[in-house]
């Protein structure tokens, strides 16, 4: 029989003397789980967890080329261009940007652009809003940007780039400077795999129906529009 007054022997916890290598560490919370076991001593087998893939860029031939257009009023369309730009170098992509209209060579893309190693090139006469308002020859950005996508067609025929910026050609195709029939007959016929990006504010609807992505960028707020505040450097050159 049992004491009522005595603990039960499973109450009862001995007193044992360990040695220095038995005595159990103390936590490190930044320290690995330790591994799980099952009642039986077997690794206790955890959920696979899907992982995302390397998204390695295919051969061209197994590769969707496609013809990206970034239109509308707002902000951001070569913003967007460049940010591909950068993204297709880093998966050690071929790319260049060819830029109609804008004369700006040595803006913040091109710098970052020359230590990458990229191709950019500003081929216009700069803004002509305030030039065509004053009714002033523009036979010259004409022929400029006439001669610009003489070489761009090259380009885009001979598939010299994997992916190709052809920044403000919606403006040169608005004006009348340059066939726009030929010009998307020609993007439509690049070789297997060859990305291409038009930017530009009032792409045509042939244009829109040619492109396999279209984004419209609209105005909501605009610094210069509300405040005032004009280009700056680093944020918009």
């Not at 789980?33 to 099952?38: H, M």
């Not at 690794?43 to 893939?53: C, E, F, N």
């Amino acid at each position: 029989m049992t004491h009522p007054d005595l603990p039960l022997e499973d109450d009862l916890e001995p007193t044992v003397e360990l040695l220095d290598d038995e005595i159990e560490p103390r936590v490190d919370p930044l320290a690995a789980p330790k591994t799980a076991l099952a009642a039986n001593g077997r690794k206790v087998p955890t959920p696979k967890q899907k992982r995302p893939g390397a998204y390695r860029v295919p051969p061209r031939k197994d590769r969707h080329g496609l013809l990206i257009v970034n239109t509308g009023h707002g902000k951001g369309k070569t913003t967007a261009a460049l940010g591909v730009m950068l993204r297709a170098h880093g998966r050690d992509m071929s790319t260049a940007m060819y830029q109609f209209v804008k004369r700006l060579g040595n803006t913040g893309e091109h710098r970052t652009a020359r230590l990458l190693g990229i191709e950019t090139v500003a081929m216009g006469g700069g803004c002509t809003k305030s030039r065509r308002k004053e009714d002033r020859d523009l036979t010259e950005d004409r022929n400029r940007a006439i001669a610009g996508w003489e070489l761009c067609a090259r380009h885009v025929t001979e598939g010299t780039y994997d992916v190709l910026i052809l920044d403000e050609l919606t403006l040169p195709l608005k004006w009348g400077w340059l066939d726009e029939a030929d010009v998307i007959r020609t993007l439509q016929e690049r070789p297997q795999g060859t990305h291409v990006i038009v930017t530009g504010r009032d792409a045509s609807q042939a244009l829109i129906d040619a492109a396999d992505l279209v984004t419209d960028m609209r105005v909501i707020k605009h610094p210069l529009r509300e405040q005032g505040i004009k280009a700056q450097g680093g944020i918009d050159v």
